[in-house]
């Protein structure tokens, strides 16, 4: 009886769910000069405050998460610095159990319900998720592979599918997709799932981006954060092998061997942007780093998925200066935000990382630009939903269908190009 009280608790998800946010408050704090700039700046490097977003060149607020027990000092703070703020949320502990228990019933129905392993009315665990590209490599087996590029830290399977058209030429260019480099950026693993469907169960539609290139996308980069963030806590962003006793994780997008380290990045291991021990620590960086130099000269289009933001940046992350063939980065990017804008309003920011958002050193677009030769490389910030990483289950489906409109607009217009 207890077993199965066990198992019931399992299914549901409740045994696992550890995490507690009660009374965790989220604030919007602006900057409106460069003194508070800086200011904002200096707080941001507090570990005790977790900036969802780092303060940007632009003057929009940043958002941040404060524990219970640090809100009063933060106050203070921002008091005495004279700096705008507003409470987004008073207790995210309420808003995150109720979401976790939808996802739950959401994923349950799913899963009882329908012949796939996923859908986009819900979250879906890694496992339901590399259950589902096998289900497409059986279905389909003379447009789709499947394949494991290595295991996670935790001995999970880090798989890729790639997708063609099935008319068996081989050594077409590449467009290469991922998501999921950050644990808690939830939509963009299902905008990968998107993109996967429309190209493999929505082919006849698609077709044309399958003619001159093959597709490999790996929808989930860093499975056990992503697992750590479903079973434990929400707003988990790194990996999740151990540094020191008290730490864990490395920003897999501040591992990469590219001015590894210069900006951006933090050599504190429970820092949320801690860099890794070295370059390429963690298996997870050095299995996308192995899949794009595996493309040298096939991967034209390098597209990463995260949230949140509104965001189509490209290289370079690590200066402010432009590389040469800039352009060519920022008419792709452009036609991506153009579609979106035309098919529903949404507005998204096109510019160069550093110069649009902030520098930071060691991300995967610098990387696949700079040394595996992708001669466009975009990281996509998709839409915030709820307090930022967490969009409602029922905003899942307009998000997806809307990013996918972007990416077939980047796709074709690198298609043009190259
Ligand atoms: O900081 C990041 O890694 C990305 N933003 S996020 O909020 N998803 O964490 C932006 C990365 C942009 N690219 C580089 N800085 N190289
Ligand atoms: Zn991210």
Redesign the pocket.
Known sequence: MLKLFAVVLLLSGVALATDNYDGYKIYDVKASNAFEKQILLRLSANEDYDF???PRSLEAPSRVMVKPADQEGFEHLLEKYSLDFSVVSEDLGVSLRQEREENQNQRLMNLRSAGRSISFTAFHRHAEINAYLDELAAAYPSRVTVEVAGKSYENRDIKTITITNGDGKTGKNVIFLDAG??AR?WIAHAGALYVIHQLVENFAANSDLLKNFDWIILPVVNPDGYEYTHTSTRMW?KTRKPISSACYGT?A??NFDFHWGEV?ASSYSCSD?FKGETAFSEPETQILRDLLLGLSGRGKFYLTL????N?L?Y????TSALPSNWRDNDEVAQAGAEAIRSATGTKYTVGS??NV??????????YAFGVANFPVSI?M?LPAGGTGFNPSTSQIQSFVAETWLGIQAMAKKVAEKF
């Open positions: 969802f977003d780092l480099i950050h950026e962003r920003d997008n501040r951006g942007t995260h949230s949140y933001g965001y940046l290289p370079w992350g690590w990382s550093t958002l902030y520098a930071a050193a060691g991300g995967s677009d610098d990281t910030e």
